[in-house]
């Protein structure tokens, strides 16, 4: 449900006293990711994909930072700049599509680095291992 808003300022309706402390490490990382690249997501470029298909994936874009968000399992075209992809696809994979060797970094949903790894340039099926965000 946050990822459905990442475009968006987050509201968070919830009693903090009735969540569990997995669920309050959960929301931290999210507005913490938020508030750090809040200037990409408020003011950046924003484009949405797939709108036929209800909208495959969303994308922010400002100053060589990018913030993704796959609602559906589609490539996504990786760049040169710093890249953030988010997996609300419902699948354990996704796909990048580098223009050259890239290394990234993926991240649990309380925002560990879990594994760091090299794709090479093309089409790229990358395992997630339980991991909802990877940094290029």
Known sequence: QLLAVMFSVPQISVRFDNITSNHKRLLKNFLSFWRSHRDTLM????????????????????NGESVSVL??????SVTNGT????????????YIEC??????TLYDIFGNAKKTEKAPAGVN???LDNCCMLKI
């Open 125 to 127: 099926k990358i395992p």
């Open 71 to 76: 609602y559906q399992n589609v490539p996504v």
């Open 83 to 94: 890249e953030y992809i988010f997996n609300s696809t419902g699948k354990d994979y996704i």
């Open 43 to 62: 003011n950046g470029k924003l484009t949405a994909s797939g709108i036929d298909a209800n909208y495959t994936a969303a994308k922010c874009e400002k």
């Open 99 to 104: 223009e050259s060797k890239r290394e990234y």
